[in-house]
């Protein structure tokens, strides 16, 4: 079988598309466990450097998700599964209204619709957000089932993928799953627009010996879920069986709900002896802003229930980017 992963060449398509490769087999639109001797990782710009921990099974394909025929392309086989990661982040789609449309929706539809074109259903995993939480209303702990009034472009452009995964599933046109991510620690390389960045950058930094300046408050309080598990997480959710989702294809990931002065503790514990770079408060309202819209502590029972990996504490996020991003 293929797997085509959208937004592949990012920090997190690089490491599903290499634990996919490890694995070797996925379930395919069969029902049974398929071989993957194709994995298409696409994304809008090429890597400033190439990838590793690949092999020939894998390919690099640069593109517009806007592009219908591109993307029609990239599903070119009938026994393919699809995770799609692709995405304006929330601070970039707060800046650009009509590219967060034309990248989140129009893109995510045809992505759909070129996985509808396939015969046999496949499965497509969509990387959905708690930014699809928000409002007035929010209650304190969010749910699966919490009801949905985002706050960013962003998060109305993730509520709409999660009820198309849906409508398309019940329809029969897919086989639809949503991973409604919390903020995912710790990201390598630089921050990106992502409201979220500094919730990698206060880890990743200092261990690299930078200077960190937080826009937000020491008391600000984040769900958070370490990349490891983040990627366990996409592969358990796309083999999860279709009778144990039902009718509502999207699942809370779990997290641990942390403050960011417990950030900079469990980073301080771990470091032990390695010197650290400075960390500094810089407001940036507009940041702040965006993060106050968010949940700050969720309920993820169905994720339980399907197998998807919980953490057991941050001190273990921070050891494991350690030890892949700087022993290594």
């Known amino acids: 079988m293929k797997v085509v992963i959208t937004g592949g060449t ?3 398509g690089r490491m599903l598309a290499r634990s996919i490769l490890a694995r070797g087999r996925l379930t395919g639109p ?24 690949l092999d020939a099974r894998a390919k690099v394909v640069i593109g517009d998700i806007a592009d219908k025929d591109l993307v029609f392309g990239l599903l070119d086989r009938d026994d393919v599964s699809v995770f799609h990661l692709a995405s304006v982040v929330s601070g970039g789609g707060e800046k650009d209204f009509d590219l967060a449309i034309r990248v989140n929706l129009m893109g995510g539809l045809n992505v759909l619709e070129a996985a509808r074109a396939r015969a046999g259903a496949p499965r497509l995993v969509f990387a959905s957000s708690l930014a699809v939480f928000g409002g007035s209303a929010m209650p304190a702990v969010v749910g699966d089932t919490t009801k949905q009034t985002p706050q960013t472009t962003y998060g109305v452009t993730k509520s709409i993928g999660e009820l ?51 826009p937000v408050k020491l008391d600000t309080v984040m769900p958070v879920l370490g990349y ?5 997480g996409f592969i358990a959710l796309h083999e999860a069986a279709p009778e144990a989702l039902g009718d509502d294809r999207t699942v809370n990931f779990p997290s641990l709900s ?56 941050l001190d273990d996020i921070v050891r494991a980017y350690i030890e892949d991003f700087l022993d290594a």
């Open 10 to 12: 990012g920090f997190i």
């Open 228 to 232: 490891r598990s983040a990627v366990a």
């Open 164 to 214: 198309l995964i849906n409508d398309y599933t019940r329809k029969g046109f897919i086989d639809g799953r949503a991973a409604r991510l919390p903020t995912i620690v710790i990201r390598p390389g630089r921050p990106n627009l992502a409201a979220s960045s500094f919730a990698s950058g206060v880890f990743r930094e200092p261990l690299d010996g930078a200077p960190c300046a937080l």
């Open 30 to 53: 069969s029902g049974a466990q398929e071989e993957v001797d194709a994995i298409t990782l696409f994304d809008a710009v090429e890597p400033p450097v190439p990838l590793t921990g």
């Open 258 to 313: 942390v403050t960011v002065e417990e950030m900079i503790a469990a980073l301080r514990r771990v470091a032990g002896n390695r010197p650290l770079g400075e960390i500094t408060h810089q407001p940036d309202p507009a940041i702040a802003a965006i993060v106050a819209t968010w949940p700050v502590a969720t309920e993820f029972a169905r994720a339980g229930a399907l197998g998807l990996p919980v953490e057991d504490s």
